[in-house]
């Protein structure tokens, strides 16, 4: 599995590959979260990821994958949500940009664009 990271104009995205698979990205919007936990998020330390995967007609969770990135990949995704915080005063503004940006830029391209490192 590869996972890694696209910016533009302060919205990172997630990218996530299981080669042969699946590859897709996660984007990630600082002001949908609460000033608390934003902040404690921002200053933190921690670099694992939880995804859920849920049935889109049931919204019953059908899987749940637990994995740790790169430390340098978490500070890059801190930072550039540190940025977002400065650069957008709400979250439908992120959400406004990071659909133009979806539209922009092919989901191949973020992953040519991107820096990707190898997990298990």
């Known amino acids: 599995m590869h996972v890694g990271l696209y910016q533009k104009d ?6 996530l ?3 042969g698979k699946m590859a897709f990205e996660v984007i990630l919007n ?3 979260l609460t000033d608390e936990h934003a902040n404690a998020w ?25 994995f740790t990135i790169p430390p340098i990949l978490a500070e ?8 977002q ?4 005063t ?3 503004a992120v959400d406004a940009r990071m659909e ?10 973020m992953f040519e664009r991107g820096k990707l490192f190898r997990i298990s």
Not at 76 to 83: F, T, V
Not at 100 to 109: A, D, F, G, S
């Open 10 to 15: 302060a919205i990172p995205f997630v990218l």
């Open 17 to 19: 590959n299981w080669p």
């Open 30 to 32: 600082i002001h949908t």
């Open 42 to 66: 921002l200053n933190g330390s921690g670099n694992t990821i939880i995804f859920f995967v849920l049935d889109a007609h049931t919204n019953v969770i059908a899987a749940m994958k637990t």
């Open 76 to 83: 890059k995704i801190r930072d550039c949500l540190e940025k």
């Open 85 to 88: 915080d400065g650069q957008y």
């Open 90 to 92: 709400n979250a439908v």
């Open 100 to 109: 133009e940006i979806m539209t922009e830029v092919p989901l191949q391209t």
